[in-house]
């Protein structure tokens, strides 16, 4: 394994402990209603950047962004940002993690380039990732470089086992905590911080129209709330990324939990 670049090592303890943000930030439909009337799709991120201090980059899922973008993004965010991104699909979907560790060598090299502003590096896995990879992830997780922060989103049942949960603790990876229809909820914490999701069904909003709440989900802010609020108590460090089709708005679900965290003493 790697040894670690101190350069680049984010000590929780010098962190906000709680960052929420939303999974994205280029939806033209939230012009007039996120972002000011009129906002120039460029500057879309900026605005963002005055109203929340975290965002899952999910433009990474389609390949390493260019360090164009990666400057052009540091330049329009504070310096307490944060930016949490998803390995490329290359890497976690096309080929499952065969003969993938250059191009995660690639991948890892372009997203230094966010130095300090950089969060946890997110593989989401498909459900045709089965736990037959085993071993293949073992050895993956284990050729990572430990200057970086990661954690692992799979969507197969089978792989929510001890040997697993064993597996993230070995090389203090975070479990992806998952609101899914079709994945069970769960509160396993396998290292110092956490990473949740907040999915929706892509069916429910087929318009793309992202402008306002559409699904309150107000049972599970309360209990996600109390999760989190839980985690917070124990030192836990969470990020946590809604998308729109979780409540239909991204930002609307961020501010509920903003609310319910807050009746709950806490600021995030």
Same mark, same amino acid.
């Given at each position: ?5 101190? @350069?680049?090592? $984010? ?21 007039? &209603? ?10 879309? $991120? ?11 980059? *999910?433009? @990474? ?11 052009k993004w540091d330049r329009d965010t504070p310096a307490g940002f944060r930016f ?5 699909? $290359? ?6 993690? &065969? ?5 995660? !060598? ?19 896995? @498909?459900?045709?990732?089965?736990? *037959?990879?085993?071993?293949?992830? *073992? ?20 792989? $929510? ?10 090389? !203090? ?5 998952? *609101? ?32 306002? &709440?559409?699904?309150? !989900? ?15 108590? !124990?030192?836990?460090? &969470? ?10 708005? @991204?930002?609307?679900?961020l501010r509920e939990l903003q609310t319910r965290l807050q009746e709950r003493g806490?600021?995030?």
């Amino acid at each position: 394994m790697n040894q670690p670049s101190s @350069s680049l090592i $984010l000590h929780p303890s010098s962190l906000t402990m709680i960052h929420l943000g939303t999974q994205g930030w280029s939806y033209k439909s939230w012009d007039g &209603v996120f972002y000011p009337k009129g906002t120039p799709p460029g500057a879309y $991120l900026a605005h963002y950047a005055t109203q929340f201090k975290a965002i899952e980059i *999910d433009s @990474s899922f389609y390949g390493t962004p260019r360090a164009a973008f990666l400057a052009k993004w540091d330049r329009d965010t504070p310096a307490g940002f944060r930016f949490a991104a998803k390995f490329p699909k $290359l890497i976690t979907h096309e080929k499952m993690l &065969v003969d993938a560790q250059e191009d995660a !060598r690639y991948f890892l090299s372009g997203m230094r380039a966010l130095g300090e502003k950089l969060g946890p590096l997110c593989l989401q896995f @498909s459900y045709e990732f089965r736990p *037959d990879s085993r071993a293949l992830l *073992d050895e993956f997780l284990a050729s990572l470089p430990t200057d970086f922060r990661y954690a692992v989103e799979v969507r197969n049942r089978g792989w $929510l086992k001890d040997w697993f949960f064993e597996m993230l603790k070995k090389y !203090r990876v975070a479990l992806v905590l998952v *609101d899914r229809v079709s994945m069970p909820k769960l509160q396993e914490v396998t290292t110092d911080f956490t990473y949740i999701r907040w999915l929706g069904n892509r069916k429910d909003v087929p318009d793309d129209e992202y402008t306002h &709440v559409r699904f309150p !989900r107000d049972k599970e802010l309360n209990e996600w709330a109390n999760t989190i609020a839980e985690l917070h108590e !124990r030192d836990v460090e &969470v990020w946590g990324f809604a998308n729109n089709h979780y409540m239909g708005h @991204s930002p609307a679900t961020l501010r509920e939990l903003q609310t319910r965290l807050q009746e709950r003493g806490i600021e995030a």
